[in-house]
T-cell receptor, first 114, second 115 residues
Framework: GESVGLHLPTLSVQEGDNSIINCAYSNSASDYFIWYKQESGKGPQFIIDIRSNMDKRQGQRVTVLLNKTVKHLSLQIAATQPGDSAVYFCAENVGTGGSYIPTFGRGTSLIVHP | DVKVTQSSRYLVKRTGEKVFLECVQDMDHENMFWYRQDPGLGLRLIYFSYDVKMKEKGDIPEGYSVSREKKERFSLILESASTNQTSMYLC??????????????FGPGTRLTVL
């Protein structure tokens, strides 16, 4: 029979507002974290990354915050635009055999209202 | 412009058919990955490969196999397709090593429907 998917967490904001998307990760050995954006009909695309020796990293209009104590990651988007509407995934990475193998969160749907 | 391409955007197959999904990357990446994506479940790793002829099981390998005969190409095989394999399949690649930016580059996805 047809499977029933889980509902994605959704964040609705007005254009121009700041957005904060949160992510809890599970593995205390994870030392590299990435945020991806997935627009409808496309594969995920890299937004920003951060390593465990940092607690904040800034990009263009985006900031990632890492709190290792509570295993929490957040993505802040400044002055959110309609083009930011997408599903956002966090990925935690543990080095395995000399490479990073990511584990993805379920994703958060961001809806920006003009 | 770096690219990961997948052989089909949409595919419809019948139960029991053998299905091949092809992925090619032009970035000389060591690592390649196959995921399936279902509503609300995020991306689940099926198989990955560190190098040519090498493969490792991911979280949900049952019902799938893979082949990596050339560095740029990673194939996902459904030996006998079943309806519960109806899904979006995403291929990705990344550089090896633990330094620098190690993000994954994704293809556009193949939406497979098994009838």
């Amino acid at each position: 029979g047809e499977s029933v998917g889980l509902h994605l967490p959704t964040l609705s904001v007005q254009e121009g507002d700041n957005s904060i998307i949160n992510c809890a990760y599970s593995n205390s050995a994870s030392d590299y974290f990435i945020w991806y954006k997935q627009e409808s009909g496309k594969g995920p695309q890299f937004i920003i990354d951060i390593r465990s020796n940092m607690d904040k990293r800034q990009g263009q209009r985006v900031t990632v915050l890492l709190n290792k104590t509570v295993k929490h990651l957040s993505l802040q988007i400044a002055a959110t635009q309609p083009g930011d509407s997408a599903v956002y995934f966090c990925a935690e990475n543990v080095g395995t055999g000399g490479s990073y193998i990511p584990t993805f969160g379920r994703g958060t749907s961001l809806i920006v209202h003009p | 412009d770096v690219k990961v391409t997948q052989s089909s955007r949409y595919l419809v197959k019948r139960t029991g058919e053998k299905v091949f999904l092809e992925c090619v990357q032009d970035m000389d990446h060591e690592n390649m990955f196959w995921y399936r994506q279902d509503p609300g479940l995020g991306l689940r790793l099926i198989y990955f490969s560190y190098d040519v002829k090498m493969k490792e099981k991911g979280d949900i390998p049952e019902g799938y196999s893979v082949s990596r005969e050339k560095k740029e190409r990673f194939s996902l095989i459904l030996e006998s397709a079943s309806t519960n394999q109806t899904s979006m399949y995403l291929c990705a690649s990344s550089t090896g090593g633990l330094a620098g930016e190690n993000e994954q580059f994704f293809g556009p996805g193949t939406r497979l429907t098994v009838l």
